[in-house]
């Protein structure tokens, strides 16, 4: 029986689906800090939303460590994970090529990825913006899938992911 039109579908291990969830709510974050920063008054303010938006990238690499290989057996899963890994390293680049150092949450300096260079980060620049649309894209398509399975198909995929407990269920 194909996974597409699987009658049930077996219950997702607690880790995967906190860290399903918890990307889910630091991409969230993250794209919400940039948002907010393009009309944000004030060079600190900025600065600070800008570090705030690294930190959740990198939060948001760190968290695709916690998956296991199976969930990229799809495409989509596929680019959704290597894309929350891209992503944070290519803002990382972006900003030591603009000549900025990063750090974690101003504890960790993180190692300059590359050397200063005004050509280089406009290019991780745009790769940055184009990355995080297509990300923003799978994400669509993801949660779209999600609930063609629950509306249409009205298999267990979705109900598999969620972060209930089997026992809350009635």
């Not at 900025?46 to 695709?64: D, E, F, I, S, Y």
């Not at 750090?103 to 960790?108: E, K, P």
């Not at 990825?113 to 940055?128: F, M, N, P, R, S």
Request: overall charge neutral; glycine content about 8%.
């Amino acid at each position: 029986m194909s996974i597409l039109h699987a009658a049930s579908e077996p219950r997702r291990p607690r880790a995967l689906v906190l860290a399903h969830w918890l990307t889910a709510l630091i991409l969230a974050l993250a794209a919400g800090l940039i948002l907010v920063r393009e009309s944000a008054e004030g060079r600190a303010l900025r600065t600070l939303l800008l570090n705030l938006h690294r930190n959740a990238g990198l939060l948001a690499a760190v968290a695709q460590g916690a998956l296991p290989a199976r969930l990229a057996a799809s495409a989509v899963h596929l680019l959704l994970y290597l894309l929350l890994l891209a992503l944070p390293l290519v803002g990382w680049a972006l900003s030591n090529a603009h000549g900025h150092d990063v750090s974690l949450f101003g504890l960790v300096q993180l190692p300059a990825l590359v050397e200063e260079d005004e050509d280089l980060g406009d290019l991780l620049e745009d790769a940055h913006f184009w990355g995080a649309c297509a990300l923003g894209g799978l994400v669509l398509l993801h949660a779209g899938a999600a609930l063609w399975h629950h509306w249409v198909l009205k298999d267990e995929v979705l109900r598999a992911m969620s972060p209930r407990s089997p026992r809350s269920r009635a």
